[in-house]
């Protein structure tokens, strides 16, 4: 079975500050695809990150970086100097080849505070 | 157009109604999804479509109902249903949902239709 867990309910940082997400899950799968989505206000979810499973290095997206660690089945999602337009709840998600699925966290709702 | 654009963004309907939910997309995206979500919680996958065939259903109630009447183009028709259905159906794409592609599996969402059932 595919999980993904995200122990952090909510979350809050201030304006111009680092935040890090986390995000683990289990799979028995060595080829994968991992993803961090954005769901604001207006309820749209938008990719904010991908990572590939086979690709070592970590990827980034401006302010959004990852850390990957396939061993710990860790992914976790930093944001750089915050900004109030990063409040939403993020979701962290796993797509699984041989099932065409993707699993979704339970989402951490972040608060960026002025 | 890198869009999916789903209609009507809200819903309102009696147990007794027949309505749809549509999704479209200009994509050339092969694979379209209706996910399911509840107030603050992830969303619930329902159906798959991979090019324009039902590939997954997720044991998902008759009441509702897919159609996808070719690539562009996803509907749910909705009939019967129950209070505890009122959700904010979200329709979703991809550019290929078995491939390996940069871009094969990144999931596009629309803004979704928030349905209330009475």
């Known amino acids: 079975a595919q999980t993904v867990t995200q122990s952090q309910p909510e979350m809050s940082v201030q304006e111009a500050e680092t935040v890090t997400l986390s995000c683990t899950y289990d799979t028995s799968e060595s080829d994968y695809y991992l993803f961090w989505y954005k769901q604001p206000p207006s309820r749209q979810m938008i990719l904010v990150i991908r990572?590939?499973?086979?690709?070592?290095q970590n990827a980034t997206e401006n302010r959004f970086s990852v850390n990957f660690q396939k061993a710990a089945k860790s992914f976790s999602l930093k944001i750089s100097d915050s900004q109030l337009g990063d409040a939403a709840m993020y979701f962290c998600?796993?797509?699984?080849?041989?099932?065409?699925?993707?699993?979704f966290g339970s989402g951490t709702k972040l608060n960026v505070k002025p | 157009d890198t869009e999916v654009t789903q209609t009507p963004k809200h819903l309102v309907m009696g147990m007794t109604n027949k309505k749809s939910l549509k999704c479209e997309q200009h994509?050339?995206?092969?694979?379209m999804y209706w996910y399911k979500q509840k107030a603050k919680k992830p969303p619930e996958l329902m159906f798959v479509?991979?090019?324009?065939?039902?590939?997954i259903n997720e044991s998902v109630p008759s009441r509702f109902s897919p159609e996808c009447p070719n690539s562009s183009l996803l509907n749910l028709h909705l009939h019967a249903l129950q209070p505890e259905d009122s959700a904010l159906y979200l329709c979703a794409s991809s550019q290929d949902a078995l491939g390996t592609g940069s871009g094969a599996n990144v999931l596009t969402f629309g803004a979704g239709s928030r349905l209330t059932v009475l």
């Open positions: 990572q590939e499973a086979y690709k070592q």
């Open positions: 479509y991979s090019y324009e065939k039902l590939s």
């Open positions: 998600a796993f797509f699984n080849y041989n099932f065409n699925k993707f699993y």
């Open positions: 994509m050339g995206h092969r694979a």
